[in-house]
């Protein structure tokens, strides 16, 4: 009871005093009041929980008082406190997402906005390129036999000059019958004409002077023969058994209308044993090596010391045929295949002494005889300058030398209508 009386005078003491102090001092300005209320009202607390404390531990029985400090307005708990801080903190970090997202709004809702219109130009773009371009777009895909490119190639391909100005693709389309009909003007060789000149100033293959005047040996054309000079590149072609149109295309790989136009045909069928000229053919290899004298080469290095034709036998002195050329050489000189093919005999005989004959293509055969040694078999194949022995002396021979024949279907032919080195 003591001690209760004693807080009561303390109380009294300290509101005197500070009624004392508010009537001594001037009003404070409106807003400094809030802050010293709340300074005395902190203090008074203060005071009051100090007096407490010393009276419990007079007597502690007597006083039961929470552990817990007093609550005066204008303080707060700590629960309540923690409670307002993180409310706080939730706030901040709302209004930090709230300014990063309304930070990427502009951006996102510019994309949005620009997608619509940009969208539109494109499809607008494209519609305008497909309708100011559907002719050309038509003609490639729809029907290529009207493009100018294409014309232009099968034009070329029969060697037929197309002006430069005609593959400009904006101009108008070239028809397909610029593909001419064949035909062939005569021209009458002259003096020091040569094949490979005449057909050089035409702009042709010698293929086609060749094929289309059946010359077997351009070397042999003489002054004053008239030729057929065709007005493209091509050959002839006689129409077979069983022949078509798509299979002659396919053989020759020309394009079927090339050979429509140039021989101006209506119809698919083909009469047998008919002639047609074949735009942009070529001759096979070997026939075209055979009539340039070019499908047989000089088997071996040497002089010429006997010809093809009559002659007097160098032992008895009586005339006879000599169906080959002798081609004198130093013994062990290398003897080459004049042509690809097959060795067909590799031995020895009295007169030819060691000797080989190989099968050649189109029923040509060559004989090499008076050899020193062999290099091939029977059966083997050999390529045109592959060597199959060595010059000699052996059987009915004068000296070191190569008798060389060509054979045409069994038939003996003068080698020098077809040798070239």
């Known amino acids: 009871m003591h001690n209760f009386l004693e807080g009561q005078q303390i109380h009294k003491r300290r509101y005197s005093a500070a009624s004392s102090l508010h009537s001594s001092h001037k009003a404070p300005q409106a807003s400094n009041l809030g802050k010293i209320t709340q300074h005395t009202i902190s203090g008074r607390g203060q005071r009051l929980r100090e007096i407490t404390r010393s009276a419990a531990d007079k007597n502690p029985k007597t006083m039961n008082l929470p552990e817990t400090p007093i609550a005066f307005a204008g303080s707060a708990s700590p629960s309540k406190n923690r409670a307002s801080q993180t409310a706080n903190n939730l706030e901040k970090k709302q209004k930090t997402a709230k300014r990063k997202h309304t930070a990427r709004m502009p951006f996102t809702q510019a994309v949005k906005m620009l997608s619509y219109p940009l969208g539109f130009i494109a499809l607008t773009l494209i519609v305008s390129f497909i309708m100011v371009n559907r002719d050309k777009l038509s003609a490639n895909v729809v029907n290529p036999l009207n493009d100018n490119a294409y014309e232009a190639a099968m034009a070329e391909y029969a060697g037929i000059s197309v002006p430069k100005e005609n593959l400009n693709l904006d101009s108008n389309p070239i028809p397909l019958d610029l593909m001419e009909t064949f035909s062939w003007e005569n021209y009458t060789i002259q003096r020091g004409d040569s094949i490979s000149r005449i057909a050089a100033s035409r702009s042709l293959s010698m293929d086609a002077l060749i094929a289309l005047n059946g010359i077997s040996n351009a070397k042999r054309i003489r002054e004053g023969t008239v030729l057929r000079i065709p007005n493209m590149d091509g050959i002839p072609y006689t129409v077979q058994r069983g022949d078509s149109l798509s299979k002659i295309s396919a053989k020759f790989e020309v394009p079927l209308e090339a050979i429509l136009d140039a021989n101006d045909i209506t119809s698919e069928t083909l009469a047998l044993g008919a002639s047609l000229f074949i735009p942009g053919a070529r001759m096979a290899r070997d026939d075209l090596k055979k009539a340039l004298g070019e499908f047989f080469l ?49 031995g020895t005989n009295a007169t030819y002494g060691k000797y080989v004959i190989i099968s050649h293509s189109s029923g040509y055969n060559t004989l090499y005889a008076h050899m020193n040694s062999i290099y091939v078999n029977k059966g083997a194949r050999v390529l045109q300058g592959s060597v199959i022995g060595e010059v000699g002396n052996t059987g009915y021979s004068t000296g070191p030398h190569l008798h060389f024949a060509v054979f045409r279907n069994g038939r003996a032919i003068n080698p020098m209508d077809y040798l070239s080195r």
Request: charged content about 15%; glycine content about 10%.
């Open 298 to 346: 000089y088997p071996t290095s040497g002089r010429l010391t006997s010809p093809f034709g009559w002659r007097n036998d160098p032992f008895t002195g009586v005339r006879r045929h000599h169906a080959a050329i002798d081609l004198a050489s130093p013994t062990g000189t290398p003897i080459k295949s004049s042509a690809d093919g097959t060795v067909s005999i590799a």
